[in-house]
């Protein structure tokens, strides 16, 4: 069971640190097209 559960966490923790890079990503990206749209 322990084995098991480990196995659990661990995709639990892939897919938040997966989250995390999305919402980073997505944050540079807004911020980089506000940049461009000041610049235009």
Same mark, same amino acid.
């Given at each position: #069971? !322990?084995? #098991?559960? &480990?196995?659990?966490?661990?995709? $639990? +923790?892939?897919?938040? !640190?997966? /989250?995390?890079? #999305?919402? !980073? +990503?997505? $944050?540079?990206?807004?911020? $980089?097209? &506000?940049? /461009?749209?000041?610049?235009?």
């Amino acid at each position: #069971v !322990k084995y #098991v559960n &480990k196995k659990n966490q661990r995709r $639990l +923790w892939d897919t938040q !640190k997966n /989250i995390e890079a #999305v919402e !980073k +990503w997505a $944050l540079k990206k807004e911020e $980089l097209e &506000k940049k /461009i749209r000041k610049n235009k």
